[in-house]
C-alpha cells in the first residue's frame, strides 16, 4: 500500500514537472565564430554561454559591429558552428546532417534579414507562397497563411505588388508576414523594425508579442528602446562577448 501511494506520488510529481518545466530552446556552450579575412581571422563571437527558454521574447543589443547579426545568423543555421555548442531543443546543431538543418530552417525557423531577401521577380503575395510551398502545404493552406499573415501586417492591398513597387518599410512588411506565415517555433529578426516609422514599428511588435503569447519564440536585434521594452530579457553584445559574460540563463 505504502509503496503504491509512494509510486502515484512519484508518478504525479513527473508529470506534473514535465507540463510545468519549460523547454530551453536554445542552449550555447563556449560559441565562438570568426570570418576569414585575407590572411586573418575577425574573431566575431569570442565565447557566448546561454540558455533561451522557450516563449520567451529576446532582444539583443550591442554597439556595431559587436556580433549580433553573427549571432542570430548562428541561431538560425544560416552560418556554421565553428566552435563550442549550440543546441537547439537539446539536439547539437553541428552534428545535424545537412537534410536536418533543411528541415529545421524550413519548418522550425522565421529569419527576417536586415536587407529583407525577397525575390524581386516575385509579388508580395508569391514571396510568401514561394516557402510555404517549400513545406508542401496543401493549396488551400498556403492561401490562408498568406492571406491571414498580409492582412496582419496591413499589406493585403499590396499583395500584387513587387519588391520594387514596395516602399522599404512595406518590403520589411512582407519579410515579416514571411516568417509569421511559416508558423515557426522561432522567429529571428535582424533589427526587423529599422525601417518602419514609430506606428508601424510598434504593430510589428505588438504582432510579434502575440506570437510569444501562443508559445512561441522571438529573437531580435535592435537598436531601439521601444522595441527594447517588448523584451523579456536583452543580452547587450561587446565585441564579441555578452556583456556581463557568465553562464546568461533568459527565464
Ligand atoms: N562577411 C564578413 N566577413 C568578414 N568580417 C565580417 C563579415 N560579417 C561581419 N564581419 C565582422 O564581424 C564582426 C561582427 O559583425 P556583425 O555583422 O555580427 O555585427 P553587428 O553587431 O550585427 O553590427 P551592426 O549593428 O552594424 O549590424 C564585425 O567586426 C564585422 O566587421
Ligand atoms: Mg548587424
Same mark, same amino acid.
Given at each position: 500500500?505504502?509503496?503504491? @501511494?509512494?509510486? =502515484?506520488?512519484?508518478?504525479?510529481?513527473?508529470?506534473?514537472?514535465?507540463?510545468?518545466?519549460?523547454?530551453?530552446?536554445?542552449?550555447?556552450?563556449?560559441?565562438?565564430?570568426?570570418?576569414?579575412?585575407?590572411?586573418?581571422?575577425?574573431?566575431? =563571437?569570442?565565447?557566448?554561454?546561454?540558455?533561451?527558454?522557450?516563449?520567451?521574447?529576446?532582444?539583443?543589443?550591442?554597439?556595431?559591429?559587436?556580433?549580433?547579426?553573427?549571432?542570430?545568423?548562428?541561431?538560425?543555421?544560416? +552560418?556554421?558552428?565553428?566552435?563550442?555548442?549550440?543546441?537547439?531543443?537539446?539536439? +547539437? =546543431?553541428?552534428?545535424?546532417?545537412?537534410?536536418?538543418?533543411?528541415?529545421?530552417?524550413?519548418?522550425?525557423?522565421?529569419?527576417?534579414?536586415?536587407?529583407?531577401?525577397?525575390?524581386?521577380?516575385?509579388?508580395? &503575395? &508569391?514571396?510568401?507562397?514561394?516557402?510555404?510551398?517549400?513545406?508542401?502545404?496543401?493549396?488551400?493552406?498556403?492561401?490562408?497563411? @498568406?492571406? &491571414?499573415?498580409?492582412?496582419?501586417?496591413?499589406?493585403?492591398?499590396?499583395?500584387?505588388?513587387?519588391?520594387?513597387?514596395?516602399?522599404?518599410?512595406?518590403?520589411?512588411?512582407?519579410?515579416?508576414?514571411?516568417?509569421?506565415?511559416?508558423?515557426?517555433?522561432?522567429?529571428?529578426?535582424? +533589427?526587423?523594425?529599422?525601417?518602419?516609422?514609430?506606428?508601424?514599428?510598434?504593430?510589428?511588435?505588438?504582432?510579434?508579442?502575440?506570437?510569444? +503569447?501562443?508559445?512561441?519564440?522571438?529573437?531580435? @536585434? @535592435?537598436?531601439?528602446?521601444?522595441?527594447?521594452?517588448?523584451?523579456?530579457?536583452?543580452?547587450?553584445?561587446?565585441?564579441?562577448? =555578452?556583456?556581463?559574460?557568465?553562464?546568461?540563463?533568459?527565464?
Amino acid at each position: 500500500m505504502l509503496f503504491n @501511494t509512494a509510486y =502515484i506520488i512519484i508518478c504525479i510529481n513527473l508529470f506534473g514537472f514535465s507540463l510545468l518545466s519549460e523547454k530551453i530552446l536554445y542552449k550555447s556552450i563556449g560559441l565562438k565564430f570568426s570570418y576569414p579575412l585575407e590572411k586573418e581571422k575577425v574573431a566575431a =563571437i569570442q565565447g557566448m554561454d546561454f540558455e533561451i527558454p522557450e516563449k520567451s521574447f529576446v532582444t539583443i543589443s550591442g554597439p556595431s559591429g559587436s556580433g549580433k547579426s553573427t549571432l542570430l545568423n548562428l541561431l538560425g543555421l544560416i +552560418e556554421p558552428v565553428q566552435e563550442g555548442k549550440l543546441f537547439l531543443l537539446g539536439q +547539437e =546543431i553541428g552534428r545535424m546532417s545537412e537534410k536536418e538543418k533543411n528541415r529545421v530552417r524550413r519548418y522550425q525557423v522565421g529569419f527576417i534579414f536586415q536587407q529583407f531577401h525577397l525575390f524581386p521577380i516575385l509579388t508580395a &503575395e &508569391e514571396n510568401i507562397q514561394y516557402f510555404l510551398t517549400r513545406q508542401t502545404l496543401p493549396k488551400q493552406e498556403v492561401a490562408a497563411r @498568406t492571406k &491571414e499573415a498580409l492582412e496582419l501586417v496591413g499589406l493585403w492591398e499590396h499583395r500584387k505588388k513587387r519588391p520594387s513597387e514596395l516602399s522599404g518599410g512595406q518590403k520589411q512588411r512582407v519579410a515579416i508576414a514571411r516568417a509569421l506565415a511559416k508558423q515557426p517555433e522561432v522567429i529571428i529578426g535582424d +533589427e526587423p523594425t529599422a525601417s518602419l516609422d514609430q506606428k508601424n514599428g510598434k504593430g510589428v511588435m505588438e504582432i510579434l508579442k502575440e506570437f510569444v +503569447e501562443r508559445g512561441k519564440t522571438v529573437i531580435l @536585434t @535592435t537598436h531601439d528602446s521601444m522595441v527594447q521594452s517588448f523584451g523579456d530579457m536583452n543580452l547587450h553584445l561587446v565585441d564579441g562577448r =555578452i556583456e556581463g559574460g557568465g553562464n546568461v540563463v533568459l527565464a
